[in-house]
């Protein structure tokens, strides 16, 4: 199992720049597929980003294609989401995801871009 801790998260102007990070503890951090979802107000939790365990294969939400970006350092046992030119609409609870057989959750970290 794999405990997920989610920093970097807060306040960001439109067209401006954020980056979040997870952090892994436990064993094996690369069997991990890791993603990064989010929960905006009144809506349905939906995939953000995703990076397979190697690092070179990632997949995005049509809506943050082109804007984020997601990478990993096995090295250090975390992925990050770097968020460029956020939309009032990316504001949401994001939460760092760990796959293998069965999925592992961080607590979330709040985003609220606003002008």
């Known amino acids: 199992q794999v405990h997920l801790v989610e920093s970097g998260g807060g306040s960001a102007q439109p067209g401006g720049s954020l980056t979040l990070s997870c952090e892994a503890s436990g064993k094996f951090f690369t069997i991990y597929e890791m993603g990064w979802y989010r929960r905006a107000p009144g809506k349905q939790r939906e995939l953000v980003a995703a990076?397979?365990?190697?690092?070179?294969?990632?997949r995005y939400a049509d809506s943050v294609k082109g804007r984020f970006t997601i990478f990993r350092d096995n090295a250090k046992n975390a992925v990050l989401l770097q968020m460029n030119s956020p939309k009032l609409e990316d504001t949401a609870v994001y939460y760092c995801?760990?796959?293998?057989?069965?999925?592992?959750w961080g607590e979330g970290t709040q985003v609220t871009v606003s002008s």
């Open positions: 990076v397979n365990q190697a690092g070179d294969f990632t």
């Open positions: 995801s760990a796959h293998y057989l069965q999925d592992n």
